[in-house]
């Protein structure tokens, strides 16, 4: 599975970015999720999707801010953000879990995913 992360920018707090996540090279079910890393900090989990959709598993960080959503016809992912911080300022990666899935408890945990993308830097400034 090869992911490509982009929708990265500047933006000032308050105000919104979206998050795209193109994934290729399989025809498997596979969950999605979403992590960034803020400059010193561990990879922190934001946001994960079953494949068959449903409602996401968001963060405390981000609930009621962010959402998640994908479009399996195009093997995209989307991070919508909303209402954003500065403390949101990180590389935001997209990743993918294949079977067999990552079990509830562990989802949170970075080393458990199978695939990654790149990263795109989300600015959040003041």
């Known amino acids: 599975v090869q992911l490509q992360a982009s929708g990265g920018g500047l933006v000032q707090a308050g105000g919104s970015l979206r998050l795209s996540c193109a994934a290729s090279?399989?025809?498997?079910?596979?969950?999605m999720a979403w992590f960034r890393q803020a400059p010193g900090k561990e990879r922190e989990f934001v946001a994960r999707?079953?494949?068959?959709?449903?409602?996401?598993y968001l963060a405390d960080s981000v609930k009621g801010r962010f959402t998640l959503s994908r479009d399996n016809a195009k093997n995209m992912v989307y991070l919508q953000m909303n209402s954003l911080k500065v403390e949101d300022t990180a590389v935001y990666y997209c990743?993918?879990?294949?079977?067999?899935?990552?079990?509830?408890?562990?989802?949170?945990?970075?080393?458990?995913?199978?695939?990654w993308g790149q990263g795109t830097l989300v600015t959040v400034s003041s």
């Open positions: 999707m079953r494949w068959s959709g449903g409602s996401p």
């Open positions: 990743a993918a879990d294949t079977p067999p899935f990552i079990i509830y408890s562990n989802m949170h945990y970075a080393r458990y995913y199978d695939y």
């Open positions: 090279g399989t025809s498997s079910r596979y969950d």
